[in-house]
C-alpha cells in the first residue's frame, strides 16, 4: 500500500520553465556570455545553477558564477510570479488526507520559497535541496526524506519529469513515475489507482 508520495518540484509542481531560461538568459548576457534558449533549455536537465552556467559559459570563473548566482537569488521575487501551479500541485492539500507529502529538488532554498509562495509549504513534510545532499540522480535526498517521512522506499512513490529524476528514483528503490508538466488531475489520480490496485 501506497504510504508516501515525494515529488519534484519544477516541471511537477511548477511550469517554471520559460521563467528559468529567461533567467539564465539574462544573466548570462551581464556578464558578456550568449546562451540560446533551446541550448539552455538542454543544459537545465539534472544540474545544480553553478553546473549549468559552467556548462554554458566556458570560461567563467568561480566569482562570475557567485555573482551569477547572486542575481538569480536577487530575482526570485519577479520569478515566482511567472511560475505557473500544475494541477499536481493545487491536488496537494487532497493527497496530503491520504498520503505523506515530500519535495526533493535539485534547487535550493528557493524550493521552500515556492512552496510557501504557494501555500502548499504545511502540507510536506519534509523538503530536502542540493543545499544539504547531492543533487539528483544521486539518491541521498530522496533516502534522507523517506528516513525523515518515516516511510520505506516499498511504501513510497517518487514522481518526477526527466531521466535525472528516474535514476535517482530508482537508485533509492522507490517506484518512479515522470508525469508532463500538464498532466490534469483525473490523469495523476488515476495514476495513482493504478499502482494501488
Not at 543544459?43 to 545544480?48: E, P, R
Not at 530522496?142 to 516499498?154: D, T, V
Not at 518526477?160 to 517506484?175: C, I, M, Q, S, T
Request: cysteine-free; hydrophobic content about 45%; aromatic content about 6%.
Amino acid at each position: 500500500m501506497l504510504k508516501a508520495i515525494l515529488f519534484d518540484i519544477d516541471g511537477v509542481l511548477i511550469d517554471s520553465k520559460d521563467s528559468i531560461i529567461t533567467m539564465f538568459v539574462e544573466v548570462l548576457g551581464s556578464g558578456g556570455y550568449a546562451a540560446a534558449r533551446d541550448e539552455i533549455e538542454k543544459a537545465l536537465v539534472g544540474h545544480t545553477t553553478a553546473q549549468i552556467l559552467k556548462n554554458l559559459a566556458t570560461g567563467i570563473t568561480q566569482v562570475e558564477v557567485a555573482r551569477m548566482q547572486s542575481m538569480m537569488s536577487a530575482r526570485l521575487p519577479k520569478s515566482l510570479t511567472e511560475f505557473r501551479p500544475t494541477a499536481i500541485l493545487e491536488a496537494i492539500p487532497q493527497l496530503s488526507k491520504t498520503y505523506l507529502i515530500a519535495a526533493v529538488s535539485n534547487r535550493r532554498k528557493s524550493s521552500h520559497a515556492i512552496l510557501e509562495h504557494f501555500g502548499v509549504r504545511k502540507y510536506f513534510g519534509s523538503i530536502k535541496t542540493a543545499d544539504d545532499y547531492l543533487p539528483k540522480p544521486a539518491p541521498d535526498m530522496i533516502r534522507a526524506a523517506l528516513k525523515e517521512l518515516g516511510a520505506s522506499p516499498f511504501e513510497s512513490l517518487f514522481i518526477g519529469d526527466n531521466e535525472v529524476d528516474l535514476e535517482a528514483g530508482r537508485a533509492a528503490n522507490v517506484k518512479t513515475k515522470l508525469v508532463a508538466t500538464d498532466i490534469t488531475k483525473t490523469e495523476f489520480f488515476a495514476l495513482l489507482a493504478n499502482l494501488e490496485n
